[in-house]
């Protein structure tokens, strides 16, 4: 197999980050441009919000659970058992929860755009589409990206929940812990800046996973081969953008609001 | 007796001496290939043009630009008077409308019923639901496939869903049609059945084509048949007759060597041509 030179290497990951600049933007800007596919916007959000409502919940729990845990025998060495609460629904909200939600939502949801309108694009499915008259990013790209912007959002906050009450339950049935100091510390600890920072987080996820996961679709070459390959970037592209990603918005956040 | 789906958009204003579609030294290439090269064709209104040429000579390619799904290289394509390869996709999206598309394997919506499919481009039109039903119901009665509207193409053969592809191609009256392999894949006698429906359409609605194959036995078949209305099928042209609104396109190697009639075709001294149609 010829390698490709530096200089077409480079002009095809320029060429690429263009790609993907004009898609986002265009799949952005068409929520203001008729028509509008309210329909297939409900059935993405059903699909993505309440379909990964099962691995969201089970995550959020058992992360919640596993952080009373490990937090618990470390601090037991402190004689400061009694902030596990704090430390659990702090971790939760501000990464834990947008972080491990995005990487679930992604491994679902990216890899399932990516080879849905990838199978679509060999099978000249998007063609037929574009000859029938219908812009395929209004159609399949902008419901998706706002379906899961939204329903990441919320999906987020259930994971927030579920697991400061899975660390509950590990702290109180487990560790024999109080439960209402555990909420008391938990609750007392948080501050808008959290809250803020931890729901600004899924949006930002939301936008890279559907942007990712239609890219990757909309740009399948060469048959079932090339739908795999698409699925598998789709989703190792989203998953460290995500993490990458959350270094910087926690860097921002830290510098806006101090902590 | 024949059924023609009907259509509520008002007959073809252009100019009948202008053609259909205008190729004018178009050249296309990929990662540094050259497929298409100083192509220059027409199609005039009511002619069906049969693109023949060996796999990989670029005919779908040529196809897919007549209709602006991909953009040229260098060269001018005009269709219904239009400029397409300067036109921006909102404005060819409208144009579209007056072009219905065959593709290679149907491209039917795999997560859409027959009814659905068939419906599409007249849903997006927001065509009141009853007036959907009754153009979706002649379009598949035209293709004899009236009984599957609740299927889902995956339920259907092969040969059913590219009768299912034209009849979505000609739900709403297109001015052109262009047919990618419409026989491509499929037993010599489903094959028959889809020229049979070509034809109809051809012999019918004199719509315009283009119609691309490397099937030399469909593409004959074409040009000496003729649609018998009061039988409902095909027959051939008395007198070893040949159809004066079907001519023929060879392209080889990304180059057109022969625009010509049907009755040119067999009598061509090129050496490639007598290879290819031997």
Same mark, same amino acid.
């Given at each position: 197999?010829?390698?490709?030179?530096?200089?077409?290497?480079?002009?095809?990951?320029?060429?690429?980050?263009?790609?993907?600049?004009?898609?986002?933007?265009?799949?952005?800007?068409?929520?203001?441009?008729?028509?509008?596919?309210?329909?297939?916007?409900?059935?993405?959000?059903?699909?993505?919000?309440?379909?990964?409502?099962?691995?969201?919940?089970? @995550?959020?729990?058992?992360?919640?659970?596993?952080?009373?845990?490990?937090?618990?025998?470390?601090?037991?060495?402190?004689?400061?058992?009694?902030?596990?609460?704090?430390?659990?629904?702090?971790?939760?909200?501000?990464?834990?929860?947008?972080?491990?939600?995005?990487?679930?939502?992604?491994?679902?949801?990216?890899?399932g755009m990516a080879s849905e309108l990838g199978s679509m694009m060999v099978t000249e499915q998007i063609?037929?589409?574009?000859?029938?008259?219908?812009?395929?990013?209004?159609?399949?790209?902008?419901?998706?990206?706002?379906?899961?912007?939204?329903?990441? %959002?919320?999906?987020?906050?259930?994971?927030?929940?579920?697991?400061?009450?899975?660390?509950?339950?590990?702290?109180?049935?487990?560790?024999?812990?109080?439960?209402?100091?555990?909420?008391?510390?938990?609750?007392?600890?948080?501050?808008?800046?959290?809250?803020?920072?931890?729901?600004?987080?899924?949006?930002?996820?939301?936008?890279?996973?559907?942007?990712?996961?239609?890219?990757?679709g909309?740009?399948t070459?060469?048959g079932t081969?090339g739908v795999g390959?698409s699925t598998?970037?789709?989703?190792?592209?989203?998953?460290?953008?995500?993490?990458?990603?959350? %270094?910087?918005?926690?860097?921002?956040?830290?510098?806006?609001?101090?902590? | 007796?024949?059924?023609?789906?009907?259509?509520?958009?008002?007959?073809?204003?252009?100019?009948?001496?202008?053609?259909?579609?205008?190729?004018?030294?178009?050249?296309?290439?990929?990662?540094?290939?050259?497929?298409?090269?100083?192509?220059?064709?027409?199609?005039?209104?009511?002619?069906?043009?049969?693109?023949?040429?060996?796999?990989?000579?670029?005919?779908?390619?040529?196809?897919?630009?007549?209709?602006?799904?991909?953009?040229?290289?260098?060269? @001018?394509?005009?269709?219904?008077?239009?400029?397409?390869?300067?036109?921006?996709?909102?404005?060819?999206?409208?144009?579209?409308?007056?072009?219905?598309?065959?593709?290679?394997?149907?491209?039917?919506?795999d997560s859409?019923?027959?009814?659905?499919?068939?419906?599409?481009?007249?849903?997006?039109?927001?065509?009141?639901?009853?007036?959907?039903?009754?153009?979706?119901?002649?379009?598949?009665?035209?293709?004899?496939?009236?009984?599957?509207?609740?299927?889902?193409?995956?339920?259907?053969?092969?040969?059913?869903?590219?009768?299912?592809?034209?009849?979505?191609?000609?739900?709403?009256?297109?001015?052109?049609?262009?047919?990618?392999?419409?026989?491509?894949?499929?037993?010599?006698?489903?094959?028959?059945?889809?020229?049979?429906?070509?034809?109809?359409?051809?012999?019918?609605?004199?719509?315009?084509?283009?119609?691309?194959?490397?099937?030399?036995?469909?593409?004959?078949?074409?040009? @000496?048949?003729?649609?018998?209305?009061?039988?409902?099928?095909?027959?051939?042209?008395?007198?070893?007759?040949?159809?004066?609104?079907?001519? %023929?396109?060879?392209?080889?190697?990304?180059?057109?060597?022969?625009?010509?009639?049907?009755?040119?075709?067999?009598?061509?001294?090129?050496?490639?041509?007598?290879?290819?149609?031997?």
């Open positions: 197999m010829p390698f490709d030179s530096i200089e077409s290497l480079t002009k095809k990951y320029v060429v690429a980050v263009q790609d993907y600049a004009i898609l986002a933007g265009r799949a952005i800007a068409n929520i203001f441009q008729r028509p509008h596919y309210f329909g297939d916007l409900i059935t993405q959000a059903d699909s993505i919000g309440i379909g990964s409502l099962p691995i969201v919940i089970l @995550t959020g729990f058992f992360t919640g659970g596993v952080l009373a845990l490990q937090s618990a025998s470390s601090l037991a060495q402190f004689g400061a058992t009694a902030i596990t609460g704090e430390l659990v629904s702090l971790s939760m909200i501000k990464e834990l929860g947008p972080v491990l939600t995005s990487l679930m939502v992604s491994g679902r949801n990216a890899s063609d037929a589409m574009r000859a029938l008259g219908t812009d395929p990013l209004k159609k399949l790209v902008t419901p998706r990206l706002y379906a899961t912007v939204v329903m990441l %959002f919320f999906l987020t906050i259930i994971s927030d929940t579920v697991g400061t009450l899975g660390g509950a339950f590990v702290s109180v049935v487990m560790l024999g812990q109080n439960g209402s100091q555990y909420f008391h510390t938990a609750y007392q600890t948080l501050r808008y800046p959290d809250i803020i920072q931890g729901l600004v987080k899924p949006v930002v996820f939301g936008f890279i996973i559907a942007s990712i996961g239609c890219f990757y909309m740009t070459r060469g081969q390959r598998t970037q789709a989703v190792v592209v989203s998953s460290v953008l995500i993490i990458f990603v959350d %270094f910087l918005i926690s860097q921002f956040m830290i510098n806006v609001f101090g902590f | 007796m024949v059924t023609a789906p009907q259509t509520t958009r008002p007959a073809t204003q252009d100019d009948p001496s202008q053609p259909v579609v205008l190729f004018d030294g178009v050249s296309i290439g990929f990662e540094g290939k050259q497929v298409l090269e100083n192509i220059s064709l027409t199609v005039s209104p009511g002619e069906t043009r049969i693109l023949l040429g060996p796999a990989g000579s670029g005919k779908s390619v040529l196809l897919k630009l007549a209709n602006g799904l991909m953009k040229p290289d260098s060269g @001018t394509i005009t269709v219904f008077d239009e400029r397409i390869d300067t036109m921006p996709e909102e404005q060819l999206f409208q144009l579209r409308g007056r072009i219905g598309m065959v593709f290679q394997e149907g491209a039917l919506f859409l019923t027959v009814r659905d499919n068939v419906a599409y481009r007249l849903m997006e039109q927001k065509i009141p639901e009853a007036e959907v039903t009754r153009r979706v119901t002649e379009a598949l009665r035209f293709v004899e496939l009236e009984q599957t509207l609740d299927k889902f193409p995956s339920q259907l053969s092969g040969g059913m869903r590219r009768r299912v592809a034209i009849a979505r191609a000609i739900v709403n009256r297109p001015d052109l049609i262009l047919y990618d392999s419409p026989t491509g894949g499929l037993d010599p006698i489903t094959s028959t059945t889809i020229i049979e429906l070509v034809m109809k359409q051809r012999d019918v609605y004199r719509t315009s084509s283009l119609l691309v194959t490397h099937r030399l036995q469909d593409a004959f078949m074409l040009a @000496t048949h003729t649609f018998d209305r009061e039988k409902n099928h095909m027959v051939p042209i008395p007198d070893g007759g040949l159809d004066s609104k079907t001519n %023929f396109l060879v392209l080889h190697d990304g180059h057109i060597v022969f625009d010509g009639s049907t009755h040119d075709l067999v009598h061509s001294d090129d050496p490639f041509l007598k290879e290819y149609l031997s």
